[in-house]
């Protein structure tokens, strides 16, 4: 009997695959189409776990698909623009084209001995010219639909790398690499026209009916729909033109309690006075220095200038509130101004109190007790939409009013004394896509003295980026962006006038590359950005899978991109929202081990490195309870080494296996022991079914009706993501098959059909098994087990025997059998007549279905 190989086994059957071509997707138009995608990685170098855990997923879903009868497509390629490539280029000298090359030529060679069923012939990557092309052509067609435009905005600039950073590329106000202190600049920059569609995008987030609840909700509050009152104080002592500020509130019904107006640094008012004010300038420009995010501005420490400038509040024109700037009021959210209510809002009161200003309750708490005021140094009183108040300051609605009916009722008294009006806003902003970076997709625009900002001719796309100077390397350890100082690419020819002109130096934001790759993945040798007749077919996405942490922006700028492609002419109208179901997986993590240097420092270990809690000196580790897998905490499972070790298959099942899907799963070396031990199991049990020739018995008909209740069981984990679920009745099932009595005709049924069970986990020890069991052609091309639903109906039950409470055996019986024909069975079953020594009982409690209880 031979031993199970798994390298030897895996190597075959995806060589098999491979020359059959099982999984190029073609259009068939006599086949249902499924499209299962999962988000795709970035090159870094290296695959991890949470890597096989996510494609293995996806794999499942594919492959049980391709079973079905589906016409599958399952595709892969690589995000791969960005900044790490660059700081890779910076650190070592190098190219980031040479080094992404090189790291998804070595994370391919990780990922194919996974065997995944991933159609490898519309592989690409974003970086490739041939794709970023049809990205630029995408650009210069939104530009055309009025969908992108250009303005001045404010952005993160870090003054020693010269470039503009990404919100989380700055950490505690400084930029991620260089350390630096990062300011708020104001540079023109290209915007995509999202905030145009943010009603659209809502309202639909209610039709997407197969995704997360969480992930719909936190869509829902980024874009965040909000009814407010737009009105205007009035100022005093202002310079000219400036006579109005501006203001937008959610909390009109707490105008009552107003004692300040804070504008933004970079509000008109502040930057006119800061022209001949050095304070105000002085104060305006240390603001810059902090984020560009409410969550930056909220951490950081509140500062208020008092500008001298008084403003007449709307309900009284005799009351009059100081104009602060404040450093934690963005020019992009609302207007730019605000006016401060201290009673009613924490961060409001910890301002008033700094800079010494009144405090005033519109409202409080219907039930007091326990209750301080805000004036009597209590926190800012901030009731529940639901949450029933005292109104202190009423106007003219009814003193029991709360929550959105009171905002309603004081947009309405303003509108009706000439205050304001009622408007709906949005959370969301235009998407700024403008990257002072070399490694990201030119945007193919020039600028022309003569003619202004110059869309390229298509003709003339790709808009490739340059990978030298002149036959010299373009040298990344000068700070900036290498596309300004390279004269070569960057001076050119205007497609307008024939004129010099200068190509745009701003690359795109690498958001841009994953909100359409979807879509390419359809026809990715078009010519075009997609092939219309290979979208209709494709589209949409049956099944996405990928990470929570790409719930918002990822999968928002998707749904916009789906729609502007659809505007432009680049997909049909079924797909403007790309995604029919998704499903956010959990993380796979892993314990820690540390010991700590000479200064008590932390110093980490790999997992190898560890065993029995020990270091191979024999040093004790300090184990921190399972952590997500992290390079720098080094708690990380190589992939490669599971597989040499146990094999691609043993790693899928115990990802699957181990957890629901949408949690994490930690990684455990006994764990994945474990999981071999059970696959080795498998193939012991179908060799020696294969080699064996009993005849049938009586226990092949039980045997047939478990096979079919593991179809049903199965089948129902695996539709419905339960894939942990499915695999515990695998075990079962396996532990079935071992202990059966049957003839081997009934038992190579089982075997097979356990082959087809555990393919889409375990597909190369599934062919295997399959081949040997004598099934015909490849298990995958097989078509899927259906359970006879004839066969999952009970035809007997299992009684357990009780006597006098104790339980002596058990009886099979049929399932309709009288009461009294049960108790002649209980009574001449031999573990009764022992326990009884001739004796008449004194009763029989017969439970149908349940038990039997003999009372002596």
């Given at each position: 009997m031979s031993r199970y190989t798994a390298a030897e086994i895996e190597a075959k059957w995806q060589e098999a695959w491979d020359k059959a071509g099982t999984f190029t997707a073609t259009h068939t138009a006599d086949k249902p189409k499924y499209y299962v995608l999962e988000m795709f990685p970035y090159p870094s170098g290296r695959i991890h776990m949470g890597h096989v855990r996510n494609y293995t997923m996806g794999d499942v879903i594919a492959r049980y698909k391709q079973s079905t009868g589906h016409n599958v497509l399952h595709p892969m390629g690589w995000d791969a623009f960005g900044m790490p490539a660059e700081n890779a280029a910076m650190a070592s000298g190098g190219h980031p084209k040479d080094w992404t090359y090189s790291n998804i030529a070595d994370m391919r060679a990780q990922m194919k001995p996974l065997g995944l069923s991933i159609d490898w012939s519309r592989e690409f990557a974003t970086c490739d010219p041939e794709y970023y092309g049809q990205q630029q052509r995408l650009f210069l067609d939104m530009l055309e639909a009025g969908l992108v435009y250009r303005k001045n905005a404010v952005v993160n600039w870090d003054p020693v790398d010269m470039t503009v950073l990404a919100n989380e590329q700055v950490i505690d106000g400084k930029g991620w690499r260089s350390g630096a202190e990062v300011e708020r600049r104001e540079l023109t920059q290209w915007f995509f026209r999202i905030s145009d569609m943010a009603e659209e995008l809502l309202e639909a987030i209610d039709g997407l009916d197969n995704w997360p609840a969480k992930v719909k909700l936190m869509q829902a509050n980024w874009i965040g729909k909000s009814r407010g009152l737009q009105f205007a104080f009035s100022t005093v002592d202002a310079p000219e033109g400036h006579d109005r500020i501006e203001v937008y509130t959610t909390r009109p019904d707490t105008l009552g309690g107003a004692s300040f107006v804070g504008i933004s640094p970079d509000h008109p008012l502040a930057k006119h006075l800061e022209r001949d004010n050095p304070e105000i300038a002085a104060f305006n420009a240390e603001c810059r220095k902090g984020g560009t995010t409410e969550e930056a501005l909220e951490k950081a420490e509140k500062r208020g200038f008092d500008t001298g400038i008084r403003v007449r509040h709307p309900f009284d024109t005799s009351w009059e509130l100081p104009v602060y700037i404040a450093n934690f009021i963005l020019m992009d959210y609302g207007t730019g101004a605000i006016f401060g209510c201290p009673a009613h809002d924490q961060r409001d009161l910890d301002f008033a109190r700094k800079y010494e200003l009144p405090v005033v309750?519109?409202?409080?708490?219907?039930?007091?007790?326990?209750?301080?005021?805000?004036?009597?140094?209590?926190?800012?009183?901030?009731?529940?939409?639901?949450?029933?108040?005292?109104?202190?300051?009423?106007?003219?609605?009814?003193?029991?009013?709360?929550?959105?009916?009171?905002?309603?009722?004081?947009?309405?008294?303003?509108?009706?004394?000439?205050?304001?009006?009622?408007?709906?806003?949005?959370?969301?902003?235009?998407?700024?896509?403008?990257?002072?970076?070399?490694?990201?997709?030119?945007?193919?625009?020039?600028?022309?003295?003569?003619?202004?900002?110059?869309?390229?001719?298509?003709?003339?796309?790709?808009?490739?980026?340059?990978?030298?100077?002149?036959?010299?390397?373009?040298?990344?350890?000068?700070?900036?962006?290498?596309?300004?100082?390279?004269?070569?690419?960057?001076?050119?020819?205007?497609?307008?006038?024939?004129?010099?002109?200068?190509?745009?130096?701003?690359?795109?934001?690498?958001?841009?590359?994953?909100?359409?790759?979807?879509?390419?993945?359809?026809?990715?040798?078009?010519?075009?950005?997609?092939?219309?007749?290979?979208?209709?077919?494709?589209?949409?996405?049956?099944?996405?899978?990928?990470?929570?942490?790409?719930?918002i922006l990822h999968l928002l700028y998707s749904r916009f991109f789906a729609r502007a492609m659809h505007k432009t002419g680049h997909l049909p109208a079924k797909a403007i929202e790309p995604f029919d179901a998704l499903f956010t997986q959990g993380m796979v993590t892993h314990e820690i081990y540390q010991t700590r240097d000479e200064n008590g420092r932390p110093v980490y270990h790999l997992p190898e490195e560890v065993t029995d809690g020990k270091l191979s000196d024999g040093t004790e580790v300090e184990i921190i309870p399972s952590a997500k897998m992290s390079k720098s905490k080094k708690n990380v499972v190589d992939p490669v080494n599971i597989i040499s070790a146990f094999g691609a298959d043993t790693a899928r099942w115990f990802v699957l296996s181990d957890s629901p899907p949408e949690r994490d799963v930690e990684w455990t070396a006994a764990g994945a022991e474990a999981a071999h031990k059970h696959l080795?199991?498998?193939?012991?049990?179908?060799?020696?079914?294969?080699?064996?020739?009993?005849?049938?018995?009586?226990?092949?008909?039980?045997?047939?009706?478990?096979?079919?209740?593991?179809?049903?069981?199965?089948?129902?984990?695996?539709?419905?993501?339960?894939?942990?679920?499915?695999?515990?009745?695998?075990?079962?099932?396996?532990?079935?098959?071992?202990?059966?009595?049957?003839?081997?005709?009934?038992?190579?049924?089982?075997?097979?059909?356990?082959?087809?069970?555990?393919?889409?986990?375990?597909?190369?020890?599934?062919?295997?098994?399959?081949?040997?069991?004598?099934?015909?052609?490849?298990?995958?091309?097989?078509?899927?087990?259906?359970?006879?639903?004839?066969?999952?109906?009970?035809?007997?039950?299992?009684?357990?025997?009780?006597?006098?409470?104790?339980?002596?055996?058990?009886?099979?019986?049929?399932?309709?059998?009288?009461?009294?024909?049960?108790?002649k069975l209980v009574l001449a079953h031999e573990a009764v007549q022992r326990t009884l020594e001739g004796a008449a009982p004194k009763k029989i409690i017969v439970v149908p279905g349940r038990i039997v209880n003999v009372v002596v």
């Open positions: 309750s519109t409202f409080e708490p219907a039930a007091k007790d326990g209750y301080t005021a805000p004036e009597a140094g209590g926190e800012a009183f901030v009731p529940q939409k639901s949450e029933t108040v005292r109104w202190l300051k009423p106007y003219n609605w009814d003193e029991n009013t709360t929550g959105e009916a009171a905002i309603d009722a004081a947009i309405a008294f303003c509108e009706e004394n000439g205050v304001g009006h009622g408007v709906t806003k949005f959370r969301l902003r235009d998407w700024g896509l403008s990257r002072q970076r070399y490694w990201g997709c030119p945007i193919p625009v020039v600028h022309c003295d003569q003619c202004g900002v110059v869309p390229e001719k298509a003709e003339n796309l790709p808009i490739e980026l340059p990978y030298d100077e002149g036959g010299t390397p373009i040298d990344f350890s000068v700070p900036g962006n290498p596309l300004d100082r390279h004269p070569t690419w960057r001076d050119c020819t205007c497609p307008t006038c024939g004129g010099a002109a200068q190509r745009e130096t701003d690359t795109m934001d690498t958001f841009v590359d994953s909100s359409w790759y979807f879509a390419r993945f359809t026809a990715p040798r078009a010519e075009a950005p997609t092939d219309l007749t290979e979208a209709e077919y494709w589209m949409n996405v049956d099944q996405y899978i990928g990470g929570i942490e790409h719930a080795a199991r498998v193939h012991r049990i179908a060799s020696e079914i294969a080699a064996s020739d009993d005849p049938a018995t009586a226990e092949d008909e039980a045997l047939l009706r478990e096979t079919h209740k593991a179809i049903f069981d199965v089948t129902s984990g695996v539709a419905s993501f339960g894939f942990n679920a499915a695999i515990a009745r695998l075990y079962a099932f396996t532990n079935t098959l071992a202990k059966a009595e049957a003839g081997t005709e009934a038992k190579r049924f089982a075997a097979r059909t356990l082959a087809q069970l555990m393919a889409p986990m375990t597909p190369h020890l599934a062919e295997e098994l399959w081949s040997l069991l004598g099934g015909e052609g490849l298990v995958i091309d097989a078509p899927w087990p259906k359970a006879d639903e004839a066969m999952l109906v009970e035809d007997t039950v299992t009684l357990p025997i009780q006597v006098n409470g104790k339980r002596r055996g058990e009886l099979d019986v049929p399932k309709d059998m009288a009461k009294d024909e049960i108790e």
